[in-house]
């Protein structure tokens, strides 16, 4: 395995300039790791403290990881996630996610499954008690019944105002939204139906400012963001999750890559695990988790396997950053001797939340192959 300095390889990887990546190795046990993406109000941070104390409790790996997401799962103010997750373009909040236990080498997945806040938890019911991988949709759901779960209304009032705030987006050739004012409104109200803060003020006077501009920037850009958890005991054991909403407004039945073992989440014990938050597509076209496993079972770092990914999502766009400022994607990765890294295709500003052993739980700043410009 390569020793843990800054190589020339690494340095190539991009323009910025990374920091050193901390090394839990060199012992006879590895130290216990959590590693998951930020996510919104210390999302990520609540999510790996809560594995990290699973595990120091003698749980299960998955187990912990699981519990860690269930947090953001449930927390109606991350939209991104789970309860309160921004809808597909019908109003309907669908959800995504898979699951990996390094133990057994299993996994499970579910994805456009509507109606359940924990999806990760139906992930590993899935991998527990079917003879099948991914369930996905309708089927889905009546698994999730069938095993004790409640289906619930999962769009917020906050969730909802911003769909409709998107629906008044919508112009055809004309200008013309069918979810603005009419073309017989009074001449002095037909420009209502722009997204115009002070309009909107009017119309949802219940909403905050910042709800508000929110809306207008997810209506003209829509996001999409998820929460991976990674994590690794003193045995050596490791699991992994992944789960998400999705991208904002898509259109009904789409899967990005949070449920796609080997795509949004990859494990293998022997070797490490990886998973991805954003634009899914690009990291499916990738195979990015996998990929970066399978680089590391070769010999790369973490950082390496991770920026390595990245470079392949950057070549289907041919490198040309213009193209690919549209595009947000994250990886998270942690080795089985207790190396970790993140990294994102663009920076500095993303981060990432990590737990280990002699540590509590922290955000730390991605490692990054591109530098954003203003």
């Not at 996630?81 to 898979?98: C, I, K, M, R, T």
């Not at 002095?188 to 400012?209: I, T």
């Not at 040309?320 to 549209?326: F, I």
């Not at 663009?346 to 990432?352: A, E, L």
């Amino acid at each position: 395995m390569k020793d843990s300095a800054f190589s020339r390889r690494a340095a190539i990887l991009g323009t910025a300039v990374f920091p050193m990546i901390r090394i839990a190795r060199g012992q006879s046990r590895p130290k216990p790791v959590v590693i998951s993406s930020a996510n919104r109000l210390n999302g990520g941070v609540n999510c790996c403290a809560k594995a990290m104390d699973i595990i120091k409790s003698g749980g299960d790996t998955l187990d912990a990881v699981i519990a860690g997401v269930n947090i953001v799962e449930l927390d109606p103010r991350d939209n991104s996630v789970g309860y309160g997750g921004l809808p597909n373009e019908e109003g309907v909040v669908e959800l995504d996610a898979s699951c990996m236990h390094g133990p057994t080498r299993r996994a499970g997945a579910v994805g456009a499954i509507q109606g359940i806040k924990t999806p990760s938890k139906v992930a590993k019911r899935v991998m527990e008690d079917t003879d099948h991988l991914m369930l996905v949709g309708a089927g889905a759901l009546k698994f999730a019944k069938a095993e004790g779960f409640t289906e619930e209304d999962l769009l917020t009032d906050e969730s909802r105002l911003q769909w409709l705030i998107w629906k008044r987006s919508l112009r055809d050739r004309n200008g013309h939204s069918n979810w603005g004012p009419g073309i017989d409104a009074p001449p002095e109200q037909q420009k209502s139906g722009s997204l115009d803060l002070r309009e909107l003020k009017r119309l949802y006077p219940q909403a905050s400012d910042a709800l508000l501009a929110e809306a207008i920037q997810n209506a003209a850009h829509p996001p999409h963001g998820t929460i991976n958890c990674i994590s690794l005991n003193e045995k050596g054991e490791m699991s992994a999750v992944t789960t998400t909403s999705g991208m904002a407004w898509k259109i009904p039945g789409c899967v990005g890559d949070s449920p796609i073992v080997g795509g949004g989440l990859w494990l293998d014990q022997d070797i490490g695990g990886a998973g991805s938050t954003g634009r899914g597509e690009e990291n499916i076209r990738a195979c990015g988790a996998h990929t970066i496993v399978e680089n590391m079972r070769h010999g790369m770092a973490p950082k390496e396997a991770a920026l390595d990914a990245l470079k392949r999502v950057a070549r289907n766009f041919n490198n040309d950053e213009k193209r690919l400022a549209q595009v947000d994607i994250q990886f998270y990765v942690l080795r089985k001797d207790g190396e970790f890294a993140a990294a994102s295709l663009w920076g500095p500003g993303p981060r990432f939340a990590l737990c280990t052993g002699d540590q509590g739980s922290h955000e730390e700043q991605c490692v990054y192959l591109y530098t954003r410009r203003a």
